[in-house]
């Protein structure tokens, strides 16, 4: 099974900073790699797909960058200019093989 | 709109089963797999596995084999999923998704694109 492990686990920010939340895969899944942001009380929301792909609806602000081997380990969300809506819990999911796996968290805080 | 809404919350005792519903609207109903996924409290979501609306394949996770169940019933675009033999550590919330397929050069990815409201599932004697 594919281990996600993201970091930090939390981040505290202001309005208007630029944050960055890392996911590392255990093996390599190309950009097989999705980006979900959750609200207490709310269904998960789908933020980016295949690593840098941009659903219609979801802010420009957003934006997701596949690093390292060719073979797709790490990967980075940012959020430019930080909105009062933007504090929640971010996750990184891979969809390269069964069983589809999930990052711990990264909990997005205000300062 | 596309909708998944789910059954309501349920309170079991430990060996019990419980069975959620997810019923779908907005789109064609088997045009799309549908995945369950649980979270429970202070962990990331969990893949449970997923139903072919079309053919009713199913792909499991091998920690819930012998344990979950998941069916589809195409004339009122629903999917449920059961799971048996229920222990204090299923307490979470359920959720159903659909996935949809991003296809780039002929690599398939799969991603939740719309997700049920949740379920909470509380196993307590």
């Known amino acids: 099974d594919i281990q996600m492990t993201q970091s930090p686990s939390s981040l505290s920010a202001s309005v208007g900073d630029r944050v960055t939340i890392t996911c590392r895969a255990s093996q390599g899944i190309t950009s097989y790699l999705n980006w979900y942001q959750h609200q207490p009380g709310k269904a998960p929301r789908l933020l980016i797909y295949?690593?840098?792909?941009?659903?219609?609806g979801v802010p420009s602000r957003f934006s997701g960058s596949r690093s390292g081997s060719a073979y797709g380990t790490d990967f980075t969300l940012t959020i430019n200019s930080l909105q009062p809506e933007d504090f929640a819990t971010y996750y990184c999911?891979?969809?390269?093989?069964?069983?589809?796996?999930f990052g711990q968290g990264t909990k997005l805080e205000i300062k | 709109q596309v909708q998944l809404v789910q059954s309501g919350a349920e309170v079991k005792k430990p060996g019990a089963s419980v069975k959620l519903s997810c019923q779908t609207s907005?789109?064609?109903?088997?045009?799309?797999?549908i995945h369950w996924l649980r979270q429970a409290p202070g962990q990331g979501p969990e893949w449970m596995g997923l139903i072919n609306p079309k053919s009713g394949d199913k792909n499991y996770a091998h920690t819930f084999q012998g344990r979950v169940t998941m069916t589809r019933d195409t004339s009122i675009s629903s999917a449920y999923m059961a799971l048996s033999s229920l222990r204090f550590d299923d307490t979470a919330v359920y959720y159903c998704?659909?996935?949809?397929?991003?296809?780039?050069?002929?690599?398939?990815?799969?991603?939740?694109?719309?997700w049920g409201q949740g379920a909470l599932v509380t196993v307590s004697s």
């Open positions: 998704a659909r996935a949809r397929v991003y296809d780039s050069n002929g690599y398939y990815l799969y991603y939740f694109d719309y």
């Open positions: 999911q891979q969809s390269y093989s069964y069983p589809y796996s």
């Open positions: 295949a690593a840098s792909n941009v659903p219609s």
């Open positions: 907005g789109y064609t109903f088997s045009d799309y797999e």
